[in-house]
């Protein structure tokens, strides 16, 4: 039987484990790392801009659970979205909240529990979370509050992980971590889209669309990270995309309230 991991746990993981802070050497809450992060961000998930069109978000009340450094609340606010944002770590609170302010932003960035947020019923139009449900104690809680949160019609928009992916394959074949090379996150659940509709089926509406194929890679200098970047990523290049579609690491969640 595995280790049961409380919030606690969680929460101290992605107080030291910032998403993606190893892939650049700058200063941590320079211009330069925020920059450069946000470079790799939108490499890697290379679908995400064109299906989320943050640009249609203007005047919107957004609110972000599980913001990290806050690169998509960014694209939210740069669209001119009224955005706030709660992840359980102080460190992402900071972080967001810095890169916001260097191009004069800012909104209601707060620590908070996506199982029990500190916001009234029917307060958001949008409530958007990307990597972040999968790795909490209680999922299944923390998407009844998105629901409860939400004005009636408000949309969620919401990435799990595939189990049936690529990625999940990869690392159980290497025997490497999914998160971080040296320590993985307590709790990393994957769903089958199936499973996915079950989880919002109190939601009038909901769309799926499964994407994230091999990018190459620069936090994993191992055996998963060469078999990423020599193997799968030319591999997956010339994958017609019935077979690859559903092989995808990102389930993408959109549903209305
Ligand atoms: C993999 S990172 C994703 C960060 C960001 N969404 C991104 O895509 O880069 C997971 C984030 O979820 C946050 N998180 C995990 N469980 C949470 C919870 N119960 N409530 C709020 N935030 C949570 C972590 O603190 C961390 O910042």
Known sequence: MGIAHTLDDVRSYWNEYVNDIEVTDYAVGSPEFFEALEKYRYEKIDYLRD???????KGKKVLEIGC???????????????VSARDLTDNAVKLATANLAREGYTGDIQQGNAEALDIPDDTFDVVYS??????????????????????????????????????????????TNIEHADKDAPIIRKYSTRECRELFNAFTSVRIHVDRFPKRTLKFDNLFGKLNNYLLVPFFEILPDAIRRPLGWHIMIRANK
């Not at 299906?51 to 978000?57: D, H, R, S």
């Not at 990290?68 to 009224?82: I, T």
Request: charged share 20%; aromatic share 12%.
């Open 130 to 175: 990307h990597g972040v449900l999968h790795h909490t104690v209680d999922t299944e809680k923390s998407i009844g509050e998105v629901h409860r949160v939400l004005k009636p019609g408000g949309e969620a928009i919401i990435m799990l992980y595939n189990r049936n992916s690529w990625l999940a394959f990869a690392a159980w074949v290497s025997g």
């Open 51 to 57: 299906y989320v069109g943050f640009e249609n978000y």
């Open 68 to 82: 990290g450094v806050g690169h998509d609340l960014m694209q939210f606010a740069r669209a001119g979205a009224d």
